[in-house]
């Protein structure tokens, strides 16, 4: 189970973080390699914003790269997202990848509203 916070209404220009926990059987959150954030704005395909990988090495989408900050500790990840523009708003879900046994789990998603 991957649980989100911190969606919200932000002006242009402003900040928000966005959190994302994960839980659930051991097995399940030893096995977690890489957790991220992508984002589906309406009418649009999801897209990745940002993941993280166990060693910490990051990896952003080039629409956010300066703007957004991927961080992790253990299973649960968080994303600073800085400078927002009214494009960047969208429902946002977090997303974590067992490679062992090639499984993806996704968030409820949380919306991020950016107004200009």
């Known amino acids: 189970q991957l649980v989100e916070s911190g969606g919200g209404l932000v002006q242009a220009g402003g900040s928000l973080r966005l959190d994302c926990a994960a839980s659930?059987?051991?097995?399940?959150?030893?096995?977690?390699?890489?957790m991220g954030w992508y984002r589906q704005a309406p009418g649009k395909q999801r897209e990745l914003v940002a993941s993280?990988?166990?060693?910490?090495q990051p990896d952003y989408a080039d629409s956010v790269k300066g703007r957004c900050t991927i961080s992790r500790v253990g299973n649960t990840v968080w994303l600073q997202m800085n400078s927002l523009k009214p494009e960047d708003t969208a429902v946002y879900y977090c997303?974590?990848?067992?490679?062992?046994?090639?499984?993806?789990?996704w968030g409820q998603g949380t919306l991020v509203t950016v107004s200009s």
């Open positions: 997303n974590a990848v067992v490679a062992s046994i090639g499984a993806d789990y």
């Open positions: 993280i990988r166990g060693n910490g």
């Open positions: 659930g059987r051991t097995g399940y959150i030893n096995g977690i390699t890489v």
